[in-house]
Every structure is written in structure tokens, then in C-alpha cells.
Nanobody, 122 residues
């Protein structure tokens, strides 16, 4: 199985920065994609950013230009650098990874981190 451990959330002032980290461990054969989602109270979970195995990235329009996703493939770790934070960025942020497990049947498997709270005060 695969485990994801998130860190880096917290309470920050508007305009400030945070960096989220998510480390994947376990029986991973290959990583298809790693990304970040967020969910604010009363809202659906939404994609924030994703980094594919080919190195391409995609961002939600609301964070483009402010957030940067990156990966350390050797550590199976994905980061989300969040700059110019706004109160509307307040949410629980979830790491997501799609992998081919070492002991599976070769099909992609989806895993989620425990979530980390990001609160941006005005």
C-alpha cells in the first residue's frame, strides 16, 4: 500500500506564503501523477494543481501565477509553494497521488493524504 504524509499548513496573513509538502511511501512502482486538491467548508473538493509523470503541470485559474507545484521524484514528494495568499484560499488541502503499485495488477491506484488546514486571515 501507499501512504501519504502532508505537512506545511497553518495560519497566515493575507499576502503571506506557505509551502505544503507531501511525501509518498510504500510499494510504489511508478508515479503517474501527484497533485493537490482543496476543500473549503460547504464546497466541493477542487483541483488546485497537478504534476504528471512527464513533468507537465496544470493549475486552477484561481491560483495560477501565485502557486507553484513541484516534485522531487527521488523522494516521491510533491510540494505546493503558495504565495500571495488570499482569504479565499482558506481550505483543507489534500495531497493526491496516482501510482502503479509494486505489488498490484498494474492498474493505476489513487491515494489521498490526511489533509492539512490552510487558513488565511484578512
Amino acid at each position: 500500500q501507499v501512504q501519504l504524509v502532508e505537512s506545511g499548513g497553518g495560519l497566515v496573513q493575507a499576502g503571506g506564503s506557505l509551502r505544503l509538502s507531501c511525501a509518498a511511501s510504500g510499494s510504489i512502482f511508478s508515479v503517474i501523477a501527484m497533485g493537490w486538491y482543496r476543500q473549503a467548508p460547504g464546497k466541493q473538493r477542487e483541483l488546485v494543481a497537478i504534476h504528471t509523470d512527464g513533468g507537465s503541470t496544470n493549475y486552477a485559474d484561481s491560483v495560477k501565477g501565485r502557486f507553484t507545484i513541484s516534485r522531487d521524484n527521488a523522494k516521491n514528494t510533491v510540494y505546493l509553494q503558495m504565495n500571495s495568499l488570499k482569504p479565499e484560499d482558506t481550505a483543507v488541502y489534500y495531497c493526491n497521488v496516482v501510482v502503479i503499485s509494486a505489488y498490484g495488477l498494474g492498474s493505476p491506484e489513487d491515494y489521498w493524504g490526511q489533509g492539512t488546514q490552510v487558513t488565511v486571515s484578512s
